[in-house]
């Protein structure tokens, strides 16, 4: 049987090089080289973008790159880059958390009321951070066990019930003076000079990245995200996973409400108006993918320090704030497009794979 | 008397008013081809999803070695030793080779923790998912690149490897070549019988007919949910009667 085996293969490629369509194998070769430069260039590219507008503004933009600046933008993004973490596991699995800017205000408001009870800040701190776990599984559990065709529509529910929620509890203040020293440390001072929020940003990240990276359940959490199906007949727990990147999405909204509560002394219903859009959009501007299961969170801290600069240097230009929306709209329609063309390059690098192989 | 490794008695399988199977009776042996063929909806991809845990059987038996076995999820079908490679090959596009072979079996430590919370092994995997390319001789433009970067043969051929690695028993296959071309096909096929070779029951879904006469010792026909025939060593001499069992002709 070998033998025939032999054969025919010889006759298969004795008809692919007789009547051949192809081009010679060098030239395929080399495309398929140009492509994959192209693949790597597009998942660097947000890395290289932001290194570029950093050098941009530095020259161009007075009073740009000064320490006093820097400390600034930093402070500006803390907030940002934590919820944008949590987020993007969500949208590893190809969901979404919209409830996020509404779950870090009720958890800042929560904060503010156990203050007047108690000034131990440990009590206040684990206030915020499982009202907004809370907030966060319910998310997930609804969504998995309500068998909901999509998280849009229950972290929209609860983005309004958290909103509604943080406004009835402050019971008509917009903002509730006073936070415990140790949260106003932890958002508002600094050690060796750098914000103390910069290093609880860097912190969870750390952890973050561990657990998806070198741990099972950050391996589960990139096969729910990138073949439902086929991970649940691999026997992974998909439910559990999925309520999970709920839950932790949940708990950096509590560690940001820290934060935030921190850096302006208070606790405020109208805090983390929009965080939501911010915080998709510094992951799919940072190079995840919408459709699930690509990017690592090194993603979601890059694209949240380029939101950061932007904002920061269009204020430094004194350049309107609808601009700036209109400026964060374009670059999210550029990155979600070269998400496209990567998809479209992959697909390519595919075919040129089958045509190469010997 | 040969003992099969696998055997089906008396299955049924209804969904809501169709009664997909009718009380079919299979048996597989170790170091042979079962294929299993039929025209569309006769019944072949539901008898394997039962045998493979993705539905489970309304009436009948599973026996793996003569002892019956429950058969009701995906990783009760794979502890006793069953894998599957299916049509859609159930594959992570986002995953390297190795990944997606340990997918939801991943190799960690420390054990006492909860299955979760385990850190990965990973360079184990990474050498052991090697080593298995190696022998099976599949060839991979990169080990350490994502499988959405490969070619549908060399997505089969994984899904294929994959089954190879944690196969003990017996190996379902559903339509392997269905979407390739002529060469990638003839990978494939050299796979299955590798499979095969190291002593593993084969069951192989397939409409290709060269494909059945080339490495089925054993062909089971099914129409409408029943078994409607079986011929043991298909050649060229008996194909009319494959073909006409298959299509109901007499």
């Known amino acids: ?358 | 008397m040969r003992k099969p490794v696998l055997e089906v008695r008396g299955a049924h399988k209804r969904f809501g008013a169709v009664h997909a199977l009718k009380g079919i009776d299979l048996m597989a042996f170790r170091g042979e081809v079962l294929a299993l063929l039929g025209d569309n909806g006769a019944g072949k991809s539901t008898l394997i999803k039962c045998v493979s845990g993705v539905h489970g059987l309304d009436e009948g038996d599973i026996l793996i070695d003569g002892e019956k076995v429950l058969i009701r999820t995906p990783a009760a079908a794979r502890s006793a030793g069953i894998e599957t490679v299916y049509q859609d090959l159930a594959l992570f596009d986002n995953l390297t080779p190795a990944e997606n072979f340990y997918c939801g079996r991943e190799l960690s430590f420390p054990s006492w923790l909860p299955r979760g919370a385990r850190f990965l092994a990973t360079r184990q995997m990474d050498g052991e998912a090697a080593a298995v390319i190696d022998r099976l001789k599949v060839k991979l433009p990169r080990f350490d690149a994502q499988v959405a970067l490969m070619s549908g043969g060399q997505r089969q051929a994984i899904a294929v490897a994959r089954a190879a690695v944690f196969a003990r028993k017996v190996v379902i296959l559903d339509e392997p070549t269905a979407a390739l071309g002529l060469r990638e096909s003839r990978k494939v096929l050299n796979l299955i019988a590798q499979l095969r070779d190291e002593g593993n029951a084969v069951i192989l879904i397939t409409h290709n007919m060269e494909h059945v006469l080339e490495l089925a010792d054993c062909a089971v026909v099914l129409r409408q949910g029943y078994k409607v025939g079986e011929i043991e060593k298909p050649n060229r001499s008996n194909q009319q009667d494959l073909v006409a069992m298959i299509v109901g002709a007499e």
């Not at chain 1, 800040?121 to 009202?131: D, E, I, K, Q, Y």
């Not at chain 1, 699930?292 to 694209?303: C, F, P, S, W």
């Not at chain 1, 380029?306 to 309107?320: H, Q, Y």
Request: aromatic residues 6%; contains cysteine.
């Open chain 1, 1 to 358: 049987m070998a033998a025939e085996v032999q054969m025919e293969e010889g006759q298969v490629d004795a008809k692919f090089r007789g009547g051949s369509p192809y081009a010679p194998k060098g030239a395929e070769k080399e495309h398929a080289a140009g492509l994959s430069v192209a693949l790597k260039f597009l998942s660097a590219g947000p890395v290289i973008i932001l290194i570029v507008l950093l050098v941009i503004l530095t020259f161009s933009v007075p009073n740009f790159f000064t320490p006093r600046n820097i400390s600034n933008i930093l402070a500006q993004i803390a907030v940002i880059a934590v919820v944008a973490l949590g987020q993007h596991l969500v949208i590893l699995t190809r969901g979404i958390d919209l409830s996020v800017g509404a779950n870090l205000a009720l958890a800042t408001v929560l904060g503010a009321l156990m203050f007047r009870v108690t000034d131990n800040a440990f009590v206040v701190m684990g206030t915020m951070l499982l009202a907004a776990a809370a907030v966060g599984a319910v998310n997930g559990l609804v969504y998995v066990y309500g068998r909901l065709p999509h998280p849009f529509i229950i972290t929209l529910a609860t983005l309004s019930i958290a909103r509604g929620l943080a406004l009835e509890l402050s019971i008509g203040h917009t903002t509730m003076r006073g936070m415990p020293d140790t949260i106003t440390a932890i958002g508002g001072g600094t050690s060796f000079a750098v914000q103390n929020s910069f290093f609880v940003v860097l912190a969870v990240a750390a952890l973050v990245s561990v657990m998806a990276r070198y741990m099972v359940w950050g391996r589960w959490i990139y096969a729910v995200g990138g073949q439902p199906d086929a991970a649940r007949r691999m026997g992974i727990p998909v439910n559990q996973v999925i309520v999970s990147t709920y839950l932790i999405s949940g708990l950096c909204c509590g560690v940001g409400a820290i934060l935030l509560s921190g850096r302006t002394e208070a606790g405020s219903p109208l805090y983390g108006n929009l965080l939501e859009l911010d915080t998709i959009a510094a992951v799919i501007i940072g190079g995840a993918s919408f459709l699930g299961g690509r990017g690592h969170l090194g993603h979601a801290l890059v694209g949240a320090v380029m939101i950061g600069v932007i904002r920061n240097a269009l204020n430094l230009l004194n350049v309107n704030l609808y601009f700036q929306l209109i400026a964060i709209g374009v670059i999210i329609v550029m990155a979600v497009e070269s998400d496209v063309l990567r998809n479209h390059l992959e697909s390519r690098m595919r075919v040129k794979q089958a045509g190469t192989q010997g």
